[in-house]
C-alpha cells in the first residue's frame, strides 16, 4: 500500500553515462531525497538511444514509484518524436517535481579562428562555401542539442553537418580533441574550467540577458546574426502515467523539500542550473503538457523525421 511506500530503496534512472550534467544533478539531489523518504535512493546509469533505453526501462517495472526517471523533454517528448526504435509516448510518463534548467552553451574547439556568435557565423558561412561545413554535436539524433544545430542551420541558412553522440561527456571530450567543431550544450561548470585552461572556447549562452552567474560570457541576444536564438531545457522527475496517487504524492512532497535544502539550492547552483519552484502534481501536469506540445512544435518546424 501506498501508506508504506517507499519500503524499499528506490532507483534514481539518469538516461545518460556518468560525467556529464544530468548525471552531476541526480547526485546532488539523490542523498536528501533518500532522507525524506527514508530509505536508499540509488542512481543507475543506463545511455543510449536518445534516453529512450532508460525511458524503457521505467516503463517495463511496475507503476509502483520504485523506478523514477531523471528526464527531459530531450528524452521523453523529442525522443519518440526522432526515434523509430522508441515505441513509448510522451503521455506514458507523469512529471513529479522540476528540478530546474539548463542554460544552453555555444560551445567551440578551442582552435577555431572566432571570437563571438557574429564571427563564428562568418566563419561557418566560409567554410561551407568551401565544401567543409562545420560539424556539431548532439547527445543523440533528435535530442534538443540536435534540433538547435538544425535550427541554427535553418535560420541561419548555413549548411552544417550533424555528428551524434551517447552523451554530453563523449562529445565535450571530441570537442576538445578537435575532432568536432562545436556543440550546443547543456550549460555546467566544467565548461568555464575548460574555457579558462584554453581547451575550448565559449561563445554566448542561449540567454534573453546576460546572467550574474556566467557574466563572463554574452547573452546570444548581444549578437547581430542569432539575436532570437535563446533556449534553454528544464529538467524534472518522472514515473510511469498509473502510479497511484498517493505515492505520487510521497514523491511530490519529498522532492518540493529537496528543492528547499540549502546543500541542494547550492549544488545545483554550482553546476549553474536556474532551480525550479516546486509545484503541485496539477501544475505539473500543465507544464508537462504545454511543454510536450512547444517542443512537437520545433520538431515539426525543422521537419523531425524518425529514423
Do not use: C
Not at 539523490?30 to 540509488?42: H, R
Not at 545511455?47 to 517495472?61: E, F, M, R, T, W
Not at 571570437?115 to 567554410?127: I, P, Q, T, W
Amino acid at each position: 500500500m501506498a501508506q508504506s511506500f517507499p519500503s524499499k530503496p528506490v532507483s534514481l534512472v539518469v538516461p545518460y553515462p556518468a560525467g556529464g550534467v544530468s548525471d552531476v544533478i541526480a547526485r546532488i539531489v539523490s542523498p536528501p531525497l533518500s532522507k525524506k523518504l527514508g530509505e536508499a535512493v540509488i542512481v543507475e546509469n543506463i545511455g543510449g538511444a536518445s534516453g529512450g533505453i532508460a525511458a524503457q526501462k521505467v516503463l517495463n517495472a511496475p507503476a509502483d514509484g520504485y523506478l523514477v526517471m531523471q528526464g527531459s523533454p530531450n528524452e521523453l517528448i523529442l525522443g519518440p518524436l526522432a526515434n523509430s526504435a522508441i515505441k513509448f509516448k510522451s503521455e506514458d510518463f507523469r512529471l513529479v517535481q522540476m528540478i530546474g534548467s539548463v542554460q544552453i552553451a555555444f560551445l567551440v574547439r578551442s582552435d577555431m579562428p572566432v571570437k563571438d556568435v557574429d564571427s563564428f557565423l562568418a566563419f561557418a558561412k566560409k567554410s561551407a562555401q568551401e565544401g567543409k561545413p562545420l560539424s556539431y554535436a548532439s547527445v543523440g539524433p533528435g535530442s534538443f542539442y540536435h534540433l538547435l544545430g538544425e535550427q541554427l542551420s535553418k535560420e541561419t541558412k548555413i549548411p552544417m553537418t550533424h555528428v551524434p553522440y551517447k552523451g554530453a561527456g563523449p562529445a565535450l571530450q571530441d570537442l576538445i580533441g578537435g575532432q568536432i567543431d562545436f556543440f550546443l550544450a547543456p550549460y555546467g561548470k566544467s565548461h568555464d574550467e575548460l574555457a579558462k585552461q584554453g581547451r575550448i572556447k565559449i561563445l554566448a549562452m542561449l540567454n534573453s540577458k546576460r546572467l550574474e552567474s556566467v557574466k563572463d560570457y554574452p547573452a546570444v541576444t548581444e549578437s547581430k546574426g542569432l539575436k532570437g536564438f535563446v533556449y534553454s531545457i528544464w529538467t524534472g522527475y518522472f514515473v510511469k502515467k498509473d502510479t497511484p496517487e498517493p505515492i505520487m504524492q510521497t514523491l511530490n512532497k519529498a522532492l518540493a523539500d529537496v528543492l528547499e535544502d540549502p546543500a541542494v539550492k547550492s549544488g545545483l547552483d554550482a553546476n549553474s542550473l536556474m532551480i525550479a519552484k516546486p509545484l503541485s502534481l496539477n501544475e505539473l501536469n500543465k507544464v508537462y503538457g504545454d511543454g510536450t506540445a512547444q517542443f512537437r512544435a520545433i520538431a515539426k518546424s525543422i521537419n523531425l523525421q524518425p529514423q
